[in-house]
């Protein structure tokens, strides 16, 4: 079994995205839908996937859950709840009983779009995450390199919560400037309940000329700092589609890890996943 561990849908005639601006980002202001994302899993021999919120809009999660609730390949969903409201604890529950509960696996927040880099130390932040513990589910973490210390922080005060890192942190590809990123990268690593995905970095690269090698210093410097057993394969489709067609991008994080053992490499594509989101 294959396992993508991050991907999007949205449905431009229900809500605008409005996060899709600019011509960079024009290729991506139409409707992708699951029925758009099933042949190209199939093609590229993914069997199951994990739906990741994308607007921090409290209808999007019951819809998410809806649509696990009808399509076979999605075994999980990441959705968004707001985290400082005082009963978000009944929230959750109130999540976990809608049709398609079952598929809830883990929150997110934007919080690469929160100004403040220390956002997620704020006590009424942590008292959600906490939260999110409590109701069993993961919390994934969309974050820009600067905001990495403040998630190690919030990681290590909360260690009864896994935090799974989006897009290693988004690092600067397009630069090959790591600056503190990977320090950073370790330092979250260093806490056992960190586990990241190896998804993002086709866009984080030259979308029109990136390369396999582009990639590679961060990718290995991930399963350096986390190993295969906490490293997880993510499309991000969509978005991907920036840089790469999904069997390109699959392909790709398939080349980044083919010094790996076979069981290593099964824990990547297969297995933390399976694990971590309880598929």
């Known amino acids: 079994m294959t396992v993508d561990a991050h991907h999007h849908v949205w449905d431009l005639s229900v809500r605008d995205q409005d996060w899709i601006t600019g011509p960079g980002l024009q290729p991506l202001r139409r409707t992708f839908t699951v029925q758009d994302l099933q042949p190209e899993a199939r ?158 970095l086709v866009t984080e690269a030259d979308p029109a000329s990136w390369t396999t090698g582009d990639l590679r210093p961060y990718a290995d410097a991930a399963l350096a700092a986390f190993g295969p057993d906490r490293l997880m394969f993510g499309s991000d489709w969509p978005v991907c589609t920036l840089a790469a067609s999904y069997g390109r991008v699959l392909a790709t994080a398939r080349d980044l890890t083919a010094q790996l053992a076979p069981a290593e490499r099964t824990a990547v594509f297969e297995g933390t996943a399976v694990r971590v989101y309880g598929i």
């Open 43 to 200: 093609a590229a021999g993914v069997d199951r996937t994990v739906l990741v919120q994308t607007v921090t809009v409290a209808e999007e999660t019951p819809e998410f859950l809806a649509l696990a609730d009808g399509h076979e390949l999605i075994a999980g969903v990441v959705g968004w709840t707001d985290l400082t409201r005082p009963d978000v604890a009944d929230e959750l529950a109130r999540l976990r009983a809608l049709p398609g509960g079952r598929y809830l696996k883990g929150i997110r927040h934007q919080v690469q779009g929160e100004p403040d880099p220390e956002w997620l130390l704020r006590p009424d932040v942590l008292r959600g995450l906490a939260a999110v513990a409590d109701a069993g589910l993961v919390y994934d973490l969309v974050v820009l390199p600067h905001q990495l210390p403040a998630a190690a922080r919030a990681a290590a005060a909360l260690p009864g919560l896994t935090f799974v890192l989006d897009h290693l942190g988004k690092p600067p590809v397009a630069s090959g400037e790591p600056g503190s990123w990977t320090a950073d990268l370790r330092a979250l690593a260093a806490l056992p309940n960190t586990v990241a995905k190896l998804s993002g």
